[in-house]
């Protein structure tokens, strides 16, 4: 079993910055890859940020590259969500997802992922 904790959400103003926190526990927690999706309201939950594997190429989602960067603390057993330049469609609830059997093609295909935070909201004001 794998546990997934979320923090660092909140109210940012637009072109503001907020940097989220996921840590990931359980015994075999360091076999997972672990990426970041959000859900806007009204919205299906959607990649954001992520790769296949430890070290691999990243990928992120058209809307966000060039202002979110994750990074990856492996000591701390953590990923992190650097999200600068904030607009107001950036509002949404921020998750982060393990899996163990992504592929370069599935990356950002919610099914894969078996294990989910319970997310972090963030509200950006216009």
């Known amino acids: 079993q794998v546990q997934l904790a979320e923090s660092g959400g909140g109210l940012a103003p637009a072109g503001g910055s907020l940097r989220l926190s996921c840590k990931i526990s359980?015994?075999?927690?360091?076999?997972?890859?672990i990426n970041w999706f959000r859900q806007a309201p009204a919205k299906e939950r959607e990649f954001v940020a992520g790769?296949?594997?430890?070290?691999?190429?990243?990928y992120y989602a058209d809307s966000v590259k060039g202002r979110f960067t994750m990074s990856r603390d492996s000591a701390e057993n953590a990923v992190y969500l650097q999200m600068n330049s904030l607009k107001a469609e950036d509002t949404a609830v921020y998750y982060c997802?393990?899996?163990?059997?992504?592929?370069?093609?599935?990356?950002?295909?919610?099914?894969?992922?078996?294990?989910w935070g319970r997310g972090t909201q963030v509200p950006v004001s216009s």
């Open positions: 997802a393990a899996s163990r059997h992504l592929i370069t093609s599935t990356v950002r295909q919610r099914s894969v992922y078996d294990y």
């Open positions: 359980g015994p075999t927690s360091n076999s997972y890859a």
């Open positions: 790769n296949r594997q430890k070290g691999g190429m990243m």
